[in-house]
C-alpha cells in the first residue's frame, strides 16, 4: 500500500522553514513502525514457501515480517511526505494552526494542501487536502485525515514522535485525481506510543482495497503490540475468496507472537466459504527459533506435513487471531 498520488506534493508544500507546535504534534515513521525480529545475515533472503520447511526459515515467521514491511512502507509514505512538508513555514499560521500551501508542482496537474488545527489544549487534527489544478478550492477533497495527541514534555510542548492519535489514507478521493496511482478504498490506522520505553500498538483496518495480485476488492485487518524488552505480537485478518467456489470469501487470519530473542510462534486459521465442512475450517500452527528456522509445523489440513514436537516451542498453545 502506497500513497504515490500525494508524495509528488512534497517538493512542491514548501516556503522556508519550521519547527513550531503544529509541526511537532504529528506522527512521524518512528510512532507507528511496526517492528519484528529480522535476521542481519542473509537468512531471510529466501522467498515464503506455501508451508513450513523443517531447519529452513519459518514460513509464517516470513509472512509476518513481509506483510509489516507492506504496512511500513504505506504508513512511511505519507508520514515522510508530511514530515518532509512540516520542514518549510506554514503559509499561514495562527495561534490555533497552521496552513501549508495551495501548492502545485508546475509539471503536475494536482494542487495539495495541508491544515493543522489545535481542537483543544494537546489534541491536534490535521488533513491533506488534494484537487485537479485546473479546479476551484471548492473541488480539493480529503485525501489523508488524522488527529493527534502528542507526548508532552514537562513545559507542556508536543515531543516530536511520541502520543497517540489516528488518521485514515482516502484512495477513493485521491483516485479522482489526474494524477494517481490506482489504489482504491480507504486504510484507517490508530496507534499509541507514548514514550521510548512504553508498550507501542497500531490497528489498521483496510475497506475495499485492491488486491491487485487477484484484482478482488477485499477487507483485511492488522493489530499489532510491542512490548518494552518483552517482544511482541501481531495479528492480520483478510477477507479474500481463496478456493475456487459457490460461497464466497473466505476469513484467513494469523497471530504470531515472539520474544526479545526472536524466537516465536505463529497460528493461522481459514474459515468460512468454501472451506470443506465439516470440519469448516482449515489450521496451521508453526514455531521458530532465534534464529528463525522452522522446528514445529502442524497442518490440519495434511499431516504428512507436520514434524517437531510442541513442547520446543516458545508459546504454548496454539492463539489464534481474534480479528
Not at 134 to 157: I, K, M, N, R, W
Not at 280 to 302: K, P, R
Request: glycine share 10%; proline share 7%.
Amino acid at each position: 500500500m502506497k500513497l504515490a498520488t500525494v508524495v509528488a506534493a512534497v517538493a512542491f508544500l514548501a516556503a522556508c522553514g519550521s519547527n513550531s507546535e503544529f509541526k511537532n504534534s504529528l506522527p512521524n515513521t518512528d510512532t507507528v513502525k511496526v517492528k519484528v525480529p529480522q535476521a542481519s545475515g542473509q537468512a531471510l533472503q529466501t522467498q515464503t514457501q506455501t508451508q513450513g520447511l523443517l531447519g529452513q526459515t519459518a514460513a509464517l515467521y516470513q509472512f509476518t515480517v513481509d506483510v509489516s514491511g507492506m504496512l511500513n512502507g504505506a504508513t512511511a509514505n505519507l508520514l515522510n511526505m508530511i514530515q518532509t512538508v512540516t520542514t518549510y513555514p506554514p503559509t499561514s499560521e495562527t495561534t490555533n494552526g497552521a496552513v501549508w500551501g495551495p501548492f502545485t508542482d508546475p509539471l503536475s496537474p494536482n494542487t495539495y494542501k495541508l491544515t493543522v488545527t489545535k481542537t483543544a489544549p494537546g489534541t491536534y487534527t490535521y488533513e491533506l487536502d488534494g484537487k485537479p489544478k485546473t479546479q476551484p478550492d471548492s473541488a480539493f477533497l480529503a485525501l489523508v485525515t488524522g488527529q493527534s495527541e502528542p507526548t508532552a514534555d514537562g513545559h507542556g510542548e508536543p515531543v516530536p514522535g511520541f502520543g497517540s492519535g489516528s488518521f485514515t489514507l482516502n484512495w477513493d478521493n485521491a483516485h479522482t485525481l489526474p494524477q494517481n496511482d490506482g489504489n482504491v478504498g480507504t486504510a484507517a490506522f490508530q496507534y499509541s506510543h507514548p514514550g521510548p520505553s512504553a508498550d507501542a500498538t497500531v490497528d489498521i483496518t483496510f475497506t475495499n482495497v485492491l488486491d491487485k495480485s487477484s484484482g478482488q476488492l477485499i477487507n483485511a485487518k492488522y493489530a499489532y503490540l510491542a512490548t518494552a524488552a518483552n517482544g511482541g505480537k501481531f495479528q492480520f485478518s483478510e477477507d479474500k475468496d481463496v478456493i475456487t467456489g459457490p460461497n464466497g470469501a473466505e476469513h484467513w487470519t494469523v497471530e504470531s507472537r515472539w520474544e526479545q530473542s526472536g524466537a516465536g510462534r505463529a497460528d493461522a486459521k481459514l474459515t468460512g466459504g468454501d472451506v470443506p465442512n465439516p470440519p469448516g475450517q482449515a489450521t496451521a500452527n508453526e514455531c521458530w527459533d532465534t534464529n528463525f528456522l522452522s522446528i514445529y509445523l502442524n497442518a490440519s489440513y495434511d499431516p504428512t506435513l507436520d514434524y517437531g514436537q510442541e513442547s520446543v516451542c516458545a508459546f504454548i498453545p496454539a492463539e489464534y487471531s481474534s480479528l
